[in-house]
């Protein structure tokens, strides 16, 4: 089954919208080769709450992307986010056992096994491991310290785990469709891998994924993740203050956001007014540009902030020497790379798309899809490697014969 | 932690979750790949145990009737001949000409060989070998018809088919032989020998064959068919028990010149030693030579008793025995 999937589906559920990418697996390249996109239902912040309206969303995507793929999914690749997420650093050590104080494969395993075997609270399930460079006697290891002389093997693993009823609520979602989710990936680890280079992420950089109703980021720091988490804030929130603060409805809120909104104030007259919708209809009326920055800057700087009061000690600039990386759909508020750069204290840019993704998927809201295609296929490709060259053996042999 | 302690149950992964969903609680769409992916599974099962049932099925056999494997694999040695032919050739002389060994089996045949063996006499003008599992070989003969027989140099006889190729005349009775009319006046090679394809067959077996639908009375009759004249005049002449010379033309339907031949015969009134169908609707008839008592009283009679069969016989005076009917009119 696993090396004979050709068409891998990347679906992200997502507050807004359900996006769906589908792939095919031509060998060493991907290609992309259909994709889907539909109003999302019945998702608050990353997570099912109506199970009806989110499958109907979802299987929709699903259905758009097949059928401009004109194929059909063989399996899935599902971002995962939301508040229910969290993490925490575990780590283990083992004295090398060989008389030569050589490093070996059982060492390396067994001080991984220490490290990822922590118990978790009931109800709570590991999502993924996320592990950071060995230490042998103190120093760092980028690779495998396999072959290497030392006596003392360290390991740490940044370990996510989520509530066991939100995961099962998204994977459901997708069997619904009867397809298997082959892959749960984190949403930040999606966007942050497909806007970062990879000498970015071994400098150190901070990658931010502004969704509508969460921010997801993640840490790199010698070339891996060091730390992820999920904040359940997102554009939707600079909204729904718009829209308390404006007495505007949510729709008129959303309106002025994308217009006239900021990260940063730069009105500097209160005088400065601009109107509802301007075309002098009963109902339009004038909003100081000055308070809508106000608004929009004011959760944009609290969000940021709260991130890198999550990252605490794990974040300085002289770690982080990349700079901050943002994107997703929140990214395309007018200042906000600036609001960033304030923030952190490090430098801040959009993320840009890769050159090969075709122009109507450069936009940062498709990030995380696309990097959920890209890791998910890197991850797919390093599991199957084995079999592959199993199959082709039992292929050549009914060839010949 | 240096020694490798007890350790707890791993957590749990995502991957604990148990996907599967009731059919309820999907989509009209996931139900129906649900339901065809239920369907697809079912089929692969049921190849699998054909497949399995099957290799059980021939295991076991394999041990209590193994004589079977070797009837399907054609291991058996051949019993029967089974023997098509539109003509001659009997299934004695198959034997013969494949000479199988006695105890063959349909995998050591080499049908090939079988078949140019069969279509070496020039009779055989194609065959086809082809096995019937268990033990038989099929055999099909497409045989030459003969149109006419020929006397070669050395004294045998030979029979020539439409397409002027001659053959020994394998199977046909020396009665069956007689009936077919000879031929005459065709070239031997330099060598002095049967030329490999005799000229002008086609147009013999055409106006033979004319003759068996039309005239059969009149074929039967027909000894000796001579082709000296066809090539450059174009003329058959053929030698009947009752006419020694009758003359056809290939200019001419031999449909019409058959039926002038028989109206002619039909109206003599005595018998002919010529007649010449092969000028057109001008009929050439001489009558036979009668004895010296009433040889005047034959010729006048003759020429009377043959009218034409709608204007007048023109009889030429200066050549009394000699009438001729003119069809034109």
Known sequence: MKSASRFIGAIEIGSAKATVLIGENAGTALNLIGFGECQSRGVIKGSVVDYKAASEAVHAAIEQAERSANERIDLVFLAQTGAHLEGFYNEAFVNVKAADNMVGAQDIETVCRLATDKQLPPGRMVVRHLRRPFRLDGRNVPGSPENLVGQRLEAGYWTVHGQESKLADSLHVIRGFNLEVRELILSSLASGHMVTTAEERQNGVLALDLGAGTTDFVLYRDGLPFLTGVLPVGGAHLTSDLALGLRLTEGQAEKMKLRHGRALVQSRSKSDKVWLDGNYTIGDRQFPQMTIEQITAARTWETFEVVRKKLGTAFTPDTCSGGVVLTGGGAKLPGIAEAAARVFGIPAHLGETPTWVHDNLRDPSYSTVLGLLYHGMAAHAESVAPQRRGFGFFRKLFATT | ?329
């Open chain 2, 1 to 329: 932690m240096n020694e490798l302690p007890d350790f707890q149950p791993a957590s749990r992964s995502w991957r604990d979750i148990a996907q599967q969903v009731r059919p309820r609680a999907m989509s009209r769409e996931g139900r129906r790949r649900y339901v065809v992916a239920g369907l697809k599974t079912a089929a692969a099962i049921s190849v699998l145990t054909v497949l399995v049932g099957g290799g059980v099925w021939l295991a076991r056999t394999w041990t209590s009737d193994r004589g079977w494997f070797s009837n399907v694999s054609g291991q058996s040695p051949v019993k029967r001949l089974v023997l098509q032919t539109n003509g001659r050739l009997n299934e004695q002389w198959v034997r013969n000409t494949l000479a199988l060994p006695a105890r063959a089996t349909l995998m050591e045949l080499d049908l090939a060989a079988l078949r140019a063996r069969l279509e070496q006499p020039s009779q055989v003008e194609k065959a086809t070998v082809s096995k019937i599992l268990p033990d038989a070989v099929k055999i099909e003969l497409w045989e030459r018809a003969p149109v006419v027989r020929l006397r070669a140099p050395d004294g045998n006889i030979f029979l020539v088919a439409r397409d002027g190729i001659s053959f020994a005349g394998l199977g046909f009775s020396p009665e069956a032989l007689e009936a077919i009319p000879l031929l005459t006046g065709f070239e031997l090679d330099a060598a002095g020998a049967l030329p490999k394809r005799v000229p002008g067959m086609d147009t013999v077996a055409d106006l033979l064959a004319r003759a068996a639908d039309m005239a059969p009375h009149l074929l039967e009759r027909w000894t000796v068919v001579d082709i000296s004249q066809l090539e450059f005049d174009g003329l058959v002449e053929v030698q009947s028990t009752d006419i020694p010379r009758i003359i056809f033309s290939k200019e001419y339907g031999f449909s019409d010149q058959l039926a002038w031949l028989d109206w002619t015969r039909d109206k003599a009134s005595g018998p002919l030693k010529m007649v010449n169908v092969g000028l057109g609707p001008r009929v050439i008839a001489e009558p036979a030579a009668v004895e010296p008592a009433s040889k005047s009283g034959a010729r006048s009679a003759g020429a009377a008793t043959v009218p034409a069969p709608r204007a007048a016989a023109v009889s030429t005076a200066a050549r009394p025995p000699i009438f001729r009917i003119n069809f034109d009119n």
